[in-house]
């Protein structure tokens, strides 16, 4: 037996992508992302305008992508007559990443004269394209003018971004960042397939801070990440996934990102939001008690002695959401990790309880990986072995998506 985690296989497993790489500075950009598509597991064929060659060579994408770049229309590529053709049919989806102005008129008049454009003209997949030019390119009429013309046709742009320019300006069109441009990818290729799409998930991720004075707060130890981890094995099949979450700067892309702190305001934001929800997975660590009263004020030493905070409970979120979604709650445990499991999923009317104990070195709180026991309101129990939180995250998944049917 082995300690490593065990790898589960993402949205891109074995997926055809075709990335088109276009003539910009961002080029450099873009070997990222061919690196991380490969990493998640995509068949990835790069297709390049001469343009985008100059800031960087075919070789650099063929070593990444262990496949030929597509670079000369008129270079025999051995395997097939018309290549274009033929990667156009095979993709699963295609990404242009990034893509000028020129690339975008290019496809809103249906120019088909170097690689990119032709495959992009010849594939029924669908096309994301991630821009970048300077503010001024990306402002100007004629540009606005094609992306209107191209999100009509079904085109999703990703970005740009606002920030600094190669031009030394700052403003909209900076190439948005690999890792949010595949995260996109990702969600779409769910959105395309994957069995959650059409439903909407509620997440809730992090621990609680309960305000004891404008600068101290009662909080737990939890990372926030289990939770993070869900929303993004959600989204990636395909979810509309919102995330209610204390720890909003490490979110994932992709979903809806709802930031909160204390154990009030996340069941506002859920109750808010719970009426048009498929689940609700509450992977937050919540206070059960608050302070009685927060101080308007930093509280200041007292002289001598010490000092005591009265608490007053704080509402069971999760037993106070009702109507027909599914509920699915956590019991993070240090001791009778099932029996406090089951006591818990009676309680809080939920339809799976995920029992994990957090004394564990390599599962609970802060750590990538988690070891969980997923309990069902039909007495079932199923122990999931030690895997990435995202691997437990697609586990949890599988059973909200046959509860969904
Ligand atoms: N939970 C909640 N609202 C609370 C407290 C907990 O919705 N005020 C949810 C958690 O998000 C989790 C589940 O209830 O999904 C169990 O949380 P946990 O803290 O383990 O259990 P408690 O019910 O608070 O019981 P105890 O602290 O006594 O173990």
């Not at 204390?262 to 069941?267: E, L, V």
């Not at 498929?278 to 000092?307: C, E, F, H, N, T």
């Not at 309880?353 to 004394?359: F, G, M, S």
């Amino acid at each position: 037996m082995t300690n490593e985690p065990i790898a589960v296989p993402g949205p891109l497993s074995d997926r055809h992508v075709v990335l088109g790489v276009t003539g910009s500075i961002a080029c450099y950009k873009a070997i990222d992302i061919a690196s991380q598509l490969v990493q998640a597991g995509a068949i990835v064929d790069v297709a390049m305008t001469e343009s985008a060659t100059k800031f960087v060579p075919a070789l650099t994408f063929r070593s990444l992508t262990a496949r030929e770049p597509y670079v000369d229309m008129w270079h025999p590529h051995g395997e097939f007559g018309e290549a274009h053709v033929e990667l156009a049919r095979r993709a699963d989806v295609m990404l242009i990443a990034p893509g000028t102005a020129s690339t975008m008129a290019r496809l809103a008049h249906g120019l088909a004269d170097d690689f990119v454009s032709l495959t992009a003209l010849a594939t029924q997949a669908p096309l994301l394209l991630a821009p970048a030019m300077d503010a001024q390119m990306w402002s100007h009429a004629a540009t606005q003018a094609n992306r209107a013309l191209l999100e009509e046709r079904g085109v999703q742009f990703i970005g740009p971004a606002e920030g600094r320019l190669a031009s030394g300006r700052v403003g909209a069109g900076r190439l948005v960042e690999p890792g949010a441009i595949v995260a996109e990818l990702r969600a779409r290729v769910g959105r395309e397939r994957g069995d959650l799409r059409g439903r909407t998930v509620i997440v809730s991720a992090g621990g609680t801070r309960e305000a004891i004075d404008p600068v101290r707060y009662v909080g737990n130890h939890s990372s926030g990440k289990m939770g993070h981890a869900i929303a993004e094995a959600a989204r990636d099949r395909g979810a509309e996934v919102i995330l209610v979450t204390t720890v909003p700067e490490i979110a994932p892309a992709a979903v809806t990102v709802v930031p909160v702190s204390s154990a009030g305001s996340m069941q506002a934001a859920i109750h808010e939001r719970a009426g048009s929800a498929d689940a609700l997975v509450m992977a937050a660590a919540v206070a059960d008690y608050r302070p009685a009263s927060a101080a308007d004020q930093k509280i200041k030493r007292a002289d001598a002695g010490d000092m005591a905070i009265e608490l007053m409970e704080n509402e069971d979120i999760i037993a106070s959401v009702t109507g027909d979604l599914v509920k699915v709650a956590f019991a993070a445990e240090t001791q009778d990790l099932i029996a406090n499991a089951e006591k818990k999923l009676a309680a809080k009317g939920a339809r799976l309880i995920v029992a994990n104990d957090v004394t564990a070195a390599d599962a609970g709180f802060g750590t990538d990986t988690n070891r969980i026991t997923i309990l069902d309101d039909q007495g079932g129990r199923e122990v999931v072995p030690l895997m990435s939180k995202y691997g437990c995250a697609t586990r949890i998944l599988d059973r909200v998506a046959a509860l969904l049917g």
